[in-house]
Nanobody
């Protein structure tokens, strides 16, 4: 059974930092891509970042490139999203996604990030 649990969201001011975590169970780590998406109120879902469990192949959305860093810890079965220099436009619900194939993907419950100026 696949389960993803996000945590680490909260409220910060512009320029601050947050570190999101996603604990994953039930996935073969060597075959899974982990991704972060976000969705702001009234907006469509947006790709944020992805990484392989092997620790390579990092990809970032243009809006977060240079500010966000995705990483993973195999012993803890956890992926992280370090978010620096946060902007108001980063305000959204952030979701962890475990990607196995086009027809096999799993989602966490989401964690809210609110950035105020």
């Amino acid at each position: 059974q696949v389960q993803l649990i996000e945590s680490g969201g909260g409220s910060v001011q512009t320029g601050g930092s947050l570190r999101l975590s996603c604990v994953v169970s039930g996935i073969r780590l060597s075959m899974t891509f982990m991704r972060w998406f976000r969705q702001a109120a009234g907006k469509e879902r947006e790709f944020v970042a992805s990484i392989r469990w092997t620790g390579d192949g990092e990809v970032y959305g243009d809006s977060v490139k240079g500010r966000f860093t995705i990483s993973r810890d195999l012993p803890q079965s956890t992926v992280f999203l370090q978010m620096n220099d946060l902007k108001v436009d980063d305000t959204a619900a952030y979701y962890c996604n475990a990607f196995e194939s086009a027809t096999s993907s799993y989602w966490g419950q989401g964690t809210q990030v609110t950035v105020s100026s």
